[in-house]
Structure formats: structure tokens, C-alpha cells
């Protein structure tokens, strides 16, 4: 931020992340960062729940989902489809 000093020619510049007004670089990093573990655990977390619409939630309606070699599932009832893993070994 830049403030107009009484001479309008002098200006002040406020470092606001020192102020504590805005978060560091490495704060944001840390909360995305944080963001981003919690979401991962909670996406893992509803694959090892053996719930297909757990995971089918946490994509758009016409999100996909493309898992090894196989087709791509289109829309989020194929991704539960995919997400279905019993019967399988």
C-alpha cells in the first residue's frame, strides 16, 4: 500500500506482510499446501472406504476419472462405476 505523505511528492510505502496484514509467501504456501494434504487424505480416505459415491463425490457431474490403461469414466456415475472395486481381487 501507498500512502500520500503531507507533501504530495513524498510517498510512504507499508509492507503489509511485515505489518501482518497479508499472509508471507511461505505462509500461503503452507495453507495451499495444507489445503491440498487435507484434501488428498480425504479423497484416499473415501477409496479405502470401499463407498463409490464417496469418491464419485469429489468430482463434477461431468467430471472423469482415467484409471491405469482403461477408458476414461465420463460423468460422475462412471466414476462410481470404476470406484465399485468389489468382486475384484
Known amino acids: ?13 507499508y509492507n503489509l506482510t511485515a505489518l501482518g496484514a497479508l499472509p508471507s509467501a511461505g ?3 503452507m495453507t495451499e ?14 477409496w479405502c472406504s470401499h463407498n463409490p459415491e464417496s469418491v464419485a463425490a ?9 484409471v ?5 469414466a465420463v460423468r460422475r456415475a462412471a466414476v462410481a462405476e470404476i470406484a465399485d472395486l468389489k468382486g475384484t481381487k
Do not use: C, D, H
Open 58 to 66: 469429489f468430482f463434477a457431474e461431468n467430471g472423469s476419472l482415467k
Open 1 to 13: 500500500m501507498i500512502a500520500e505523505a503531507e507533501n504530495p511528492k513524498a510517498y510512504v510505502t
Open 68 to 72: 491405469n490403461n482403461n477408458a476414461p
Open 33 to 46: 499446501r495444507a489445503k491440498l494434504e487435507t484434501f488428498a487424505a480425504r479423497y484416499a480416505q473415501a
Open 27 to 29: 505462509e500461503r504456501y
